[in-house]
Nanobody, 117 residues
Framework: QVQLVESGGGLVRAGGSLRLSCAAS????????MGWYRQAPGKQRELVAM???????NYADSVKGRFTISRDNAKSTVYLQMNSLKPEDTAVYYC???????????WGQGTQVTVSS
């Protein structure tokens, strides 16, 4: 089983930046995908960005050009640099870990990001 611990959320004004971190521990596979989803009040959870072991990435259209996902494999940690934040980015951000071979996944506890206008 893989445990995820997130950090870095908070309150920021529109146009500002935040950096989220998510550290994985436990049975972390060397081949995996890690990333971020978010859920705003009254809305479904949606993909923000994912990064795979081979460094390939994918982003939601709404964050392309503003958010950057990266990873440190030695630390089993994934980062989300969020720039030019908008009020519509306000949500609880959840870290996700996927093991494609075992077809298993884990969620973090979530971290609140609030962007004021």
């Amino acid at each position: 089983q893989v445990q995820l611990v997130e950090s870095g959320g908070g309150l920021v004004r529109a146009g500002g930046s935040l950096r989220l971190s998510c550290a994985a521990s436990g049975s972390v596979s060397s081949i995996n995908a890690m990333g971020w989803y978010r859920q705003a009040p009254g809305k479904q959870r949606e993909l923000v960005a994912m990064i795979r072991s081979g460094e390939s990435t994918n982003y939601a259209d709404s964050v392309k050009g503003r958010f950057t996902i990266s990873r440190d494999n030695a630390k089993s940690t994934v980062y989300l640099q969020m720039n030019s934040l908008k009020p519509e980015d306000t949500a609880v951000y959840y870290c996700r870990y996927e093991n494609p071979y075992a077809a298993t996944y884990s969620w973090g506890q979530g971290t609140q990001v609030t962007v004021s206008s």
